[in-house]
């Protein structure tokens, strides 16, 4: 079955720098890979994903890029504001509703003002 | 809002108590799903409906037991727990098969505590 390795699991920047999350997966039929955000109290949020046929995507200051042939993801958040300071969480799944995304353990990201 | 609620937010219960968890999406969405998030843990698929049809359970112990009697409306009933079932259970949806996407919708959880 699908695994996902997610790293580092904490991440401390400035405000105004640069955060990047990187995350590995192993099955070959993967082909859809969302962007958690969870802030205190609340359930996970979608805030990006990307298709296995696209090797990039941005919205903002947010962006994803995938290497198929890697088999891995990264998040980059550009930018950063203490706003952003949550537990971000990459998953994978196959593009097919009713398919369990299978998730990494979480990056806890701290901005800094 | 995501447009998933779960009730209720916070349960505490004893080991013999006898509870049920809800879940409603208003998005028209035909898939639902109970995962499991624990403290240190990746987030834990439970069980899948699909078209009100459970087509997975993850190997989750019979003290849990799901019901999806429409589209609309998910359970989790829960019987003779143990404290390391203590966690935030979360309920999520996603769109028709036909459309192709596995876009899921999260609700705020129910903190679960065993006592």
């Known amino acids: 079955g699908e695994n996902v390795e997610q790293h580092p699991s904490t991440l401390s920047v400035q405000e105004g720098d640069s955060a990047v999350i990187k995350c590995t997966y192993s099955?070959?039929?993967?082909?859809?890979f969302p962007w958690y955000k969870q802030e205190l109290g609340k359930g996970p949020q979608l805030i990006i994903d990307?298709?296995?046929?696209?090797g990039e995507k941005k919205d903002q200051r947010i962006a994803v890029t995938l290497n198929k042939t890697a088999k891995h993801f990264s998040l980059h958040i550009t930018e950063t504001q203490p706003e952003d300071s949550a537990v971000y969480f990459c998953a994978a799944s196959i593009r097919q509703a009713g398919t369990a995304l299978i998730f990494g353990k979480g990056t806890t990201l701290s901005v800094s003002s | 809002e995501t447009g998933v609620t779960q009730t209720p937010r916070h349960l505490v219960m004893g080991m013999t108590n006898k509870k049920s968890l809800k879940c409603e999406q208003h998005l028209g969405h035909n898939a639902m799903y109970w995962y499991k998030q624990s403290a240190k843990k990746p987030l834990e698929l439970m069980f899948v409906y699909n078209f009100k049809e459970q087509t997975e359970n993850n190997s989750v112990p019979s003290r849990f037991s799901p019901e999806c009697p429409n589209s609309s409306h998910l359970f989790l009933h829960l019987h003779t727990l143990q404290p390391e079932d203590s966690a935030l259970y979360l309920c999520a949806s996603s769109q028709d098969p036909s459309g192709g996407s596995n876009e899921q919708f999260f609700g705020p959880g129910t903190r679960l505590t065993v006592l």
């Open positions: 099955d070959s039929a993967s082909n859809y």
């Open positions: 990307i298709r296995s046929n696209v």
